[in-house]
Nanobody, 118 residues
Framework: QVQLVESGGGLVQPGGSLRLSCTIPGSTFMINPRGWYRQAPGKQRELVASITRGGQANYADSVKGRFTISRDNAKNTASLQMNSLKPEDTAVYYC????????????WGQGTQVTVSS
């Protein structure tokens, strides 16, 4: 059973920073960490940032210039550096990844709470 490890959430003041990390155990050939989504209360889950194996990143307009996604292919890790945090960034953040079993499928981390408040 693959057990994913998400870390880095917490409470931070507006303008502060947090770094989220997601590590998925397993073969690097069968695991592909793809990015981060978030879900605020009463809202749908939305893409925050994604990254390909080659390092090409894509960001939601709301976080461009503030968030940076990175990955370590050798460790099956995807990280999200979040700077200049705003109260509207408050949400549960989920790591998204693909895994290979009988074929490729998508799976999620358990989520980590990020709260931006003074």
């Amino acid at each position: 059973q693959v057990q994913l490890v998400e870390s880095g959430g917490g409470l931070v003041q507006p303008g502060g920073s947090l770094r989220l990390s997601c590590t998925i155990p397993g073969s690097t050939f069968m695991i592909n960490p793809r990015g981060w989504y978030r879900q605020a209360p009463g809202k749908q889950r939305e893409l925050v940032a994604s990254i390909t194996r080659g390092g090409q990143a894509n960001y939601a307009d709301s976080v461009k210039g503030r968030f940076t996604i990175s990955r370590d292919n050798a460790k099956n890790t995807a990280s999200l550096q979040m700077n200049s945090l705003k109260p509207e960034d408050t949400a549960v953040y989920y790591c998204n990844y693909a895994k290979y079993g009988s074929g490729w499928s998508t799976d999620w981390g358990q989520g980590t709470q990020v709260t931006v408040s003074s």
